[in-house]
């Protein structure tokens, strides 16, 4: 079976400007060299923190920004080399709601303009089909469709999200990336916008690559993980596996982390030194070697290969001197 | 959906507190509350009637009439006297005033517009060459100074009426294309300005409906503050003989008066600086609170 | 909790006047505060729970905000009332605050090193070597590697972990007997986070001071704080200790919002449990218990009155509810 969506040693580097006549001087590399499968209705979470390259990741695979290198094959076609009018026809196949519910709505434009806009972009329907389709798609995300007309200010966090949702699902997409959709919202409406993807994707079967630095939301929804670091995906694992037995220090610490609402639970933290280097200069070899607490001599030479650790129905691929 | 319609139906029934309102309304709402604001309209729409008077000839029309004797006291004929050659200086104040609103208008609108579209490409191709080149007009223009500008576009269009008029919108359009620059710079990297590309929404569509209606309250305010500088500039330049010619103007009042204050006959400096005084400060009390109005951070 | 307690609220209620009239934003709220104590202030945003920590510093905006009723003592001294000048003398030595977001509280155009020793010449009067010296102790203290170095840097060369260090060995500088963290955490990424909380437990200890800690992270008040409090709308739902609040919490929101959550460990990819509806508008709360709409246990009684905490100081649990659940064993 072919998956919905593939990405082969994708990369994204931005150059950094510097200096007379603003020469190149350095380059970010915000993805370096990622390479993952997505199924057909399946969801992968990618967590990493901050400047991991996790969102870049997402904008690169739906060619907001174009990718440096690499390919990403969406359902055996290639985004990467596809014609503008082709990539057009495409964007009916991929979506993206955004985490920040008061940036994602644009604030002149009614709730129907905004759900509406997609259909009118790909020419489906006439304007009266389009517009039960979008009362169709309020439904789906549960608002009343006596809200067309509003503004998005008059909403709240949990409701404008629900907005954007309806927007990216106005075209029926096979692939929805989902950056950091819940981080912005307060804990009890981020369970009803959880539970409202998971349907989503039962009912629909939607692919999800769901981006997140909250590890326990990402096991939530998800079926495999991607663990990222300084650009690179250091491990991925069915999503019981990575949390059971994770196998990059990296995640471990990761897991060790998050803070969990019981007393009880006294873990055993890793807590590790120092900070994320800057993607401008990372370290040689390992990009986590610096703070790595099972730091090996090989470390900080040889950039380590990804080995497969897991079995033939459970891969699980890491990319750690310790287990090469 | 099971699970998420009944929690939708609980939001909005607890939402009852929303008010249906647009940015726009909520805006209006907040200016009609601004009494400064409101007095400063008011005294604008005023001088706006009487403008529009001049125009359809319902009044002013014999401003250039030599009806009485030299400099004649206020009298029941003459509101505000007349001036050397006898012409009657409430007529021409009034007159004066339509001269002001056209300058103000023509120069606001193109100005604005001017600086909306190119302020809109520099800010949404920033860093790229339509940008530097956009910027580097900019410095020019900034570079030169303004009364050198007017002298020399009057010069070099012969007399032309409007020399005045593209002297200050070659100017004027300068701060309000900054300004929409530095603005559009903060839009295109919103998210929903993604969300547009990610739909697939052409590049110049996304210009037009996605960011420039959000630079709109700039614009708004951008327009109102240009109007009062061209008028200013109006009557500053016909004062040193630069602007108006065949018309009449404050600038050319205040030019005559130069002898008659001397002779201690103050009628004509009065009439046209306490007249541009009154316009000037409403429209700026109008222009304040139309910014606080239209704050975006304020109205949330 | 023995002995007096350092900080006493009662009654505390905070008012903003808005476009659309009077926000009641904290309403009625008392709690205490002992020696060594840590106090959790969790709730979901526009709870009360930062605008309470606030007033204990006198830094309620004002206007559109003020204080409308009930007292604060700190160490018997009521605060309520007193002037800017006053409450200028209290912040820094008696009571410290930590902010989100570090970058608020530093000057960018100062080096953190003089942002420090100007405190402590100030409050301490100390000279300026003896300053430097404590100011580069106290950067050690909290976790600053090579801290001779870092006090001559400016704060955007440091990364957002090593900022929040230095606003809390900033806030430690005069010794306070309380310290107001809100949100000290949420900024920064999961593994930094770690760092500085477990750097706070250990400072708290050590400095033996009392501290309340406000945040949405029902995980962060787990690991750190001795006893919490629960606010909804402006009001207490649930105060406990930590280990009776996740282990039988009471009132129906507590159990909710514990139930919403996602937890690492436990893979179901099923339905979270939800809490259906939002938040009430605070312009338009009910006349009844300010969850009801939300409440599954809600009956006739919660929609006409306004449940008040049960129990007294002494009790281990107090909870605003009508029907609340029982606690077991």
């Not at chain 2, 109008?286 to 606080?292: G, M, V």
């Not at chain 3, 953190?112 to 301490?124: E, H, P």
Request: glycine residues 8%; contains cysteine; charged residues 20%.
């Amino acid at each position: 079976m072919t998956a919905l969506l593939e990405i082969r040693n994708l990369q994204k580097h931005f150059p950094v400007r510097g200096g007379f006549l603003r020469r190149v001087v350095a380059q970010v590399k915000a993805v370096d060299g990622v390479s993952f499968k997505l199924e057909f209705g399946k969801t992968l979470g990618l967590v990493g923190e901050s400047g991991c390259g996790k969102s870049t990741l997402g904008r690169a695979i739906l060619q907001l920004q174009k990718p440096t290198g690499g390919q990403v094959i969406l359902e055996g076609e290639d985004l990467t080399a596809a014609s503008p009018a082709r990539l057009l026809e495409m964007r009916r196949e991929m979506q993206i709601i955004f985490q920040d519910p008061f940036a994602s709505l644009s604030p002149r434009r009614t709730v129907a303009q905004t759900i509406r806009e997609p259909l009118e972009v790909h020419h489906i329907g006439t304007p009266a089909e389009r517009n039960r389709k979008v009362e169709e798609l309020l439904q789906v995300v549960g608002m009343r469709s006596n809200v067309l007309d509003r503004y998005p200010h008059e909403f709240s966090g949990g409701q404008r999200q629900r907005i954007g949702i309806a927007r990216a699902l106005a075209l029926n997409p096979k692939l929805i990336i989902a950056d950091e959709p819940v981080s912005a919202l307060d804990v009890s409406v981020r369970a009803q916008v959880l539970n409202l993807i998971a349907g989503l994707q039962r009912e629909h079967g939607i692919a999800f690559l769901f981006i997140s630095h909250d590890l326990s939301v990402v096991e939530h929804v998800s079926d495999h993980v991607g663990v990222m670091y300084l650009g690179k995906m250091v491990e991925l694992a069915p999503a019981k596996e990575i949390y059971r037995d994770p196998r990059h220090p990296y995640t471990q610490a990761l897991l060790s982390a998050v803070p969990v609402p019981d007393p009880k639970r006294k873990s055993k933290r890793i807590v590790l030194t120092g900070d994320v280097p800057s993607p401008m200069n990372p370290p040689p070899g390992c990009p986590f070697h610096k703070r790595c607490p099972k730091v090996m001599d090989v470390c900080s030479k040889v950039v380590p290969p990804v080995v497969d650790v897991g079995s033939a129905d459970k891969p699980h691929r890491v990319a750690c001197h310790l287990h090469s | 959906m099971s699970t998420a319609l009944p929690d939708a139906t609980a939001a909005l029934a607890g939402g009852g507190a929303q008010r249906r309102e647009s940015l726009w309304s909520k805006a209006a709402w907040k200016f009609r509350r601004d009494r400064a604001g409101m007095a400063g309209l008011a005294v604008v729409l005023l001088y706006f009637i009487a403008a529009l008077g001049v125009w359809t000839g319902l009044w002013a029309t014999s401003w250039a009439d030599i009806g009485g004797g030299k400099w004649e006291a206020v009298s029941a004929t003459h509101w505000f006297g007349t001036n050397l050659i006898g012409q009657d200086i409430f007529e021409r104040a009034l007159y004066s005033v339509s001269t002001a609103f056209e300058v103000g208008l023509v120069v606001a609108v193109m100005a604005t517009l001017l600086g909306a579209l190119l302020g809109a490409m520099a800010g949404f191709f920033s860093g790229r060459f339509t940008d530097e080149v956009i910027l580097w007009v900019m410095g020019v223009l900034d570079s030169i100074p303004f009364y050198l500008l007017v002298a020399a576009i009057a010069f070099a269009l012969e007399g032309n009426p409007y020399a005045m008029h593209v002297a200050m919108i070659s100017t004027f359009w300068i701060t309000t294309g900054r300004l929409v620059r530095g603005e559009v710079i903060k839009l295109k990297n919103l998210e929903f300005v993604e969300a547009a590309h990610a739909i697939g929404v052409p590049e110049y569509t996304i210009i037009l409906r996605h960011i420039i209606p959000n630079t709109l309250h700039i614009l708004l305010v951008q327009s109102t503050i240009t109007f009062v500088a061209a008028i200013k500039s109006e009557v500053i330049l016909s004062f040193l003989g630069l602007g108006v010619k065949d018309g009449m103007s404050w600038g050319l009042m205040i030019a005559e008066s130069t002898f008659e204050v001397l002779a201690g006959f103050f009628n004509n400096f009065l009439a046209a600086s306490v007249l541009l005084f009154g316009l000037v400060m409403a429209f700026n009390m109008f222009a304040d609170a139309l910014q606080d109005a239209l704050d975006p951070r304020q109205v949330s | 909790m023995s002995g007096q307690p350092l900080l006493r609220v009662r009654d505390l209620v905070v008012e903003f006047s808005t476009e659309h009239g009077v926000v009641r934003a904290v309403d009625r709220v008392s709690f205490d505060v002992f020696p060594n104590e840590t106090l959790g202030l969790v709730g979901e945003s526009g709870c009360g729970k930062t605008v309470t920590g606030l007033s204990i510093l006198g830094l309620i905006p004002s206007p559109p905000g003020r204080i409308a009723g009930g007292s604060i003592q700190l160490d018997g001294r009521e605060l309520v009332g007193l002037s800017e000048s006053e409450f200028r003398r209290i912040r820094g030595r008696d009571v410290a605050m930590i902010f989100q977001e570090p970058m608020t509280a530093l000057n960018p155009v100062f080096t953190i090193g003089s942002q420090m020793t100007d405190v402590l010449r100030r409050y301490k009067g100390l000279t300026r070597r003896q300053a430097r010296a404590a100011a580069i102790e106290l950067l050690a203290k909290v976790g600053i590697p090579a801290p001779d170095r870092r006090i001559d840097e400016y704060p955007h060369q440091l990364s957002g972990g090593m900022r929040q260090r230095v606003v809390i060995a900033m806030a430690l500088s005069c010794g306070p007997k309380l310290i107001v963290a809100d949100e000290p955490t949420t900024a920064l990424d999961v593994t930094t986070q770690a760092q500085v909380l477990e750097q706070i437990v250990k400072l708290q200890q050590e400095f033996r001071m009392s501290m309340i800690l406000v945040t949405h992270d029902l995980g962060v008040v787990a690991e750190t704080c001795h006893r919490a409090i629960v606010m909804y709308c402006g009001r207490i739902a649930e105060k406990a200790e930590i280990g009776p609040l996740f282990g039988a919490p009471r009132h129906p929101y507590t159990v909710g919002l514990l139930e919403s959550i996602p937890r690492v460990g436990v893979h179901e990819k099923e339905d979270l449990a939800v809490i259906p509806g939002m938040v009430p508008d605070l312009l338009h709360l009910p006349r009844g218990c300010r969850f009801a709409d939300r409440c599954s246990r809600r009956q006739a009684r919660c929609e006409e009155a306004l449940p008040e905490l049960d129990g007294d100081d002494e009790s281990v649990t107090r909870v605003a509810c009508f029907h609340p659940y029982e606690r077991m064993s």
